[in-house]
Each structure stands twice: as C-alpha cells, then as structure tokens.
C-alpha cells in the first residue's frame, strides 16, 4: 500500500510505507540541526582563514592544553589522517607547534601557539555573539537540554559493540 505526500503543492506517492518520514528520522535531524547551527560559524570563519575542522583542533587545544594527535582527532571528532593534514597546515600558519613527546619519542605533542590563542581570543566575541543568538532564539532550557541528551546519546554503545 502507499501512502500519499505532498511535493511542491503536488501529490507523491511515497513509496516505503514503513520508514520513519525523514522529518522524524535522527540522522538527517541531526544533519539539518548541524547546518543550521554551523551556517553562521562558517561565515565567521571564512573571515579568518581557518575552516571547520582548524577551528576544531585550535579550540580543543586552547581548552585542554597539549594534547598527543590521536587524543586530539578524539576530541575533535576526526580521523587521524585527516588531523595530520590539519595539523600540517596549522603549523604552517604557526598556529600549532608540535614536538616530540618528552617520554616516548615515538609519539608527539602539539601544542596551541601564541599565534592560535590569539585567533581564538579575536574570535570569542563574535563566537559569543551566535551562541547567545541560538540561546535565545531556541530558548535557554531546551539549548542545555539538547545538550545534555546529545552528550548522553555520545555515550551509548554502538550497536556494534564499539
């Protein structure tokens, strides 16, 4: 059986009467949520020079200090090849040193500069600005509620076991 939709004023047929509507469907909520939210940091970051994942890495390593790659991509949430190609082009705007690790010389440490923390420090206002906008455009308590369930959701298990 099919059910009917609407298309642009038009009726559909909407072929799988069983999957969620994509309106109700958490990964592209989460996709369109992402958007919304990361439309105005990009502008704010195309003026600056930096993009997404550059920003990513600079605020993790503001926040927490010297951090080795892998525990970096960790917190950013990227892959480690692509957090070496990151980290290459942030040493190259001296915005991140990295050296050998005092212990183990076989790993390394990296470590946000004067150059970075000035970049991020010019930006706080700014960054500062659209968190308040989405705070009260969606409302305090349902921003730290969100917040709170995205975090918890982080937690789980996949189904995987990983």
């Given at each position: 059986?099919?059910?009917?939709?609407?298309?642009?004023?038009?009726?559909?047929?909407?072929?799988?009467?069983?999957?969620?509507?994509?309106?109700?469907s958490?990964?592209i909520?989460?996709?369109?949520a992402r958007?919304k939210?990361?439309?105005?940091?990009?502008?704010?970051?195309?003026?600056?020079g930096?993009?997404?994942?550059?920003?990513?890495?600079l605020?993790?390593?503001d926040?927490?200090?010297?951090?080795?790659?892998?525990?970096i991509?960790?917190r950013?949430?990227?892959l480690?090849?692509?957090l070496t190609?990151?980290?290459?082009?942030?040493?190259?705007k001296?915005?991140?040193?990295?050296?050998a690790?005092?212990?183990d010389?076989?790993?390394q440490?990296?470590?946000?500069?004067?150059?970075?923390?000035?970049?991020i420090?010019?930006?706080?206002?700014?960054?500062?600005?659209?968190n308040?906008?989405?705070r009260?455009?969606?409302?305090?308590?349902?921003?730290?509620?969100?917040?709170?369930?995205l975090?918890?959701l982080?937690?789980?298990?996949r189904?995987d076991?990983?």
């Amino acid at each position: 059986m099919l059910r009917r939709g609407a298309f642009r004023g038009k009726e559909c047929a909407m072929t799988n009467p069983h999957a969620p509507e994509t309106n109700r469907s958490l990964p592209i909520a989460l996709l369109r949520a992402r958007e919304k939210v990361m439309g105005p940091i990009r502008a704010m970051l195309a003026d600056v020079g930096v993009t997404e994942q550059q920003w990513r890495v600079l605020r993790v390593l503001d926040e927490r200090g010297p951090l080795d790659p892998t525990e970096i991509a960790d917190r950013s949430c990227l892959l480690l090849p692509s957090l070496t190609r990151i980290l290459q082009t942030l040493e190259g705007k001296a915005l991140v040193s990295r050296a050998a690790h005092p212990t183990d010389r076989r790993k390394q440490v990296v470590t946000i500069t004067e150059d970075g923390q000035t970049l991020i420090a010019d930006n706080l206002k700014e960054s500062q600005r659209l968190n308040a906008w989405l705070r009260d455009s969606f409302g305090s308590e349902k921003l730290d509620a969100l917040l709170d369930l995205l975090n918890e959701l982080d937690q789980l298990d996949r189904p995987d076991g990983r």
